[in-house]
């Protein structure tokens, strides 16, 4: 089982330049969320989806761009990257059954900004 | 507003000693859950365990035991008989409507 697969897991970009962070889970998992990880601040929520064609902001979403076209698939698109953009990003499912399924990570995507 | 404290940011111990890692949250919710993932040097992120706002039992696994106490807003957990395998940031977790809101993350150094 792969569970949550992210790619890249390293990648550099220029400011101003833009990519897509990939993010796909085989569970049939209804919720996919994206976050990022800084140094002291946890792990802060940046876009979720509760189901194919829904997505929301969360609490980080500036500079990020979303879309849920398929249950499978909920990839982060940078815009135009900035250095602040400079963090570890994990995409997360968790099954909508109940309201304490515990969330699946990704293994994470570290990303520089130069 | 959701929002968890984890006060301490690095603890270190030496192997075989007890740890205990402060979670403090606050939320206005009577419903909630929380939640404990560890996040080892290889970076990849591993629940650990998950308690819901009724259920205020302490529970043991293994070396690890958590301690939900409502009157103060707390869910603890102690690492008994510390092991050098242990080292990892800790994040405390809640969860509140559809998301999870996480605390800082304690990082733990366990030392031979």
């Known amino acids: 089982n792969a569970g949550v697969t992210q790619t890249p897991k390293f990648q550099v970009l220029k400011t101003g330049q833009s990519m897509t962070l990939q993010c796909a889970q085989d569970?049939?998992?209804?919720?996919m969320s994206w976050y990022r990880q800084d140094p002291g601040m946890g792990l802060r929520l940046i876009h979720y989806?509760?189901?194919?064609?829904?997505?929301d902001q969360g609490e980080v979403p500036n500079g990020y761009n979303v879309s849920r076209s398929t249950t499978e698939d909920f990839p982060l698109r940078l815009l135009s990257a900035a250095p602040s953009q400079t963090s570890v990003y994990f995409c997360?499912?968790?099954?909508?059954?109940?309201?304490?399924?515990?969330?699946?990570f990704g293994s994470g995507t570290q990303l520089s900004v130069l | 507003a959701q929002k968890v404290t984890q006060a301490q940011t690095e603890i270190s111990v030496v192997e075989k000693e007890d740890v205990t890692l402060d979670c403090v949250y606050e939320?206005?919710?009577?419903?909630?859950?929380l939640f404990w993932y560890k996040q080892p040097p290889s970076g990849e992120l591993v629940f650990l365990i998950r308690?819901?706002?009724?259920?205020?039992q302490n529970e043991i696994s293994g070396r690890y035991s958590w301690n939900f106490q409502k009157s103060t807003s707390s869910f603890n957990f102690t690492i008994t008989a510390s092991q050098v395998v242990d080292s990892a940031v800790y994040f405390c977790?809640?969860?509140?409507?559809?998301?999870?809101?996480f605390g800082p993350g304690t990082r733990l150094s366990v030392l031979p």
């Open positions: 997360a499912s968790r099954s909508g059954g109940t309201a304490n399924e515990k969330l699946f």
């Open positions: 569970m049939n998992h209804e919720y």
């Open positions: 989806s509760v189901g194919a064609g829904i997505t």
């Open positions: 939320t206005r919710d009577t419903t909630y859950y």
């Open positions: 308690r819901n706002s009724f259920d205020e």
């Open positions: 977790a809640l969860y509140y409507g559809q998301n999870f809101v």
